[in-house]
Structure formats: C-alpha cells, structure tokens
C-alpha cells in the first residue's frame, strides 16, 4: 500500500511506484493531537478497512468520490488551518489592543474557538450568525465592517488558490 501525504499529486503520478493499493490523504497539523481532519481517496477498494483503521488514530477521517474532491478538501481540511490561526492571532490582538492582558485575551480566544466548535457541531454557520446578531446590536455592527472588507470573499479566494494545482 502507497500512502501519499504530497498536495497535489494525483494517482497517475503514484502509480509509477508498485503498490497493490495507492491512498492520498491530507491530514493536518491537529494530528499530533489525534485531532485531525483528513480526507482520503482510495485507487481501489484493496485494504480499505486497514487503512480506515490506521487514519483514525490520528483523528477523523473522510472518504471522497475523486481526485477533484480531494484537491478541495485538501485546501479546506490541510491550509484552512493556518487561516483560523491567523483569525485567532487577529482576534487576541484586537484584544489585546482594547486593553485586555496577552494571557486573558489569548485564552478567551482559545476559548471561543472552543465553544464555536461545539455550536458547529450543531448548527449551520449562517444560523448562528443570525442568532447571535440582534436588530442595531454590537454584532451585526462588527459583521457589517467584516462584509465590508470583503471576509468572504477572501476566504473563497484563499481556498481556491489553495486547491489550485
């Protein structure tokens, strides 16, 4: 069995090297944490509960239809990572800017991080946007400056740059 962790680089490529079964995944960096997010893709159905075995050990594991699924899940699950981080890093200086201490503001954060997970889990991200938002509040004002500066489609870019081959 070839398993391929390298972006981007298709069946047609790994098979150049023998191998009765070839598997492209991407985990992230959250797998040193048995936390990650990988999606998969099989050539063939050789070994399939095997290899399910061995990458839920280093968390959850999602299996795709084809190679075009991958180069996107890929984006989403390996590199939109570090755009969270940078989120993260953003929100706990902007804290850190309104006053807060580094420690207070980076664990509030992290925290938020956390519990907005767990709202994830459960409900749509548009749903919680409109729950949390309330007629002339201090949210909708703040999702107003982000729509402003164009946070969507920023994001759409970046992943799309990001599963470009």
């Known amino acids: 069995i070839l398993i391929s962790v390298l972006a981007n680089v298709d069946f047609e490529k790994l098979q150049t090297i023998k191998a009765q079964n070839y598997v492209r995944i991407m985990p992230n960096t959250a797998a040193k944490y048995k936390a990650s997010t990988t999606p ?3 050539k063939n159905s050789h070994f399939e509960n ?26 989403i699950s390996g590199c939109a990572p570090a755009f969270l981080a940078l989120i993260a890093e953003s929100i706990a200086n902007a804290g850190v800017y309104e006053g807060l201490s580094k420690e207070l503001s980076l664990n509030l954060t992290r925290s938020l991080f956390k519990s907005s997970s767990a709202l994830l889990e459960h409900e749509h991200p548009a749903i919680i946007k409109e729950n949390i938002c ?5 949210t909708i004002k703040g999702i107003k400056i982000l729509e402003q500066k164009g946070i969507r489609g920023s994001f759409f870019e970046a992943i799309n740059a990001s599963s470009a081959k």
């Open 40 to 42: 998969y893709i099989l």
């Open 134 to 138: 309330s007629p002339g509040g201090v």
């Open 50 to 75: 095997e290899i399910l075995d061995i990458l839920k050990t280093f968390g959850s594991a999602y299996k795709l239809d084809n190679e075009i699924q991958m180069n996107a899940a890929m984006a």
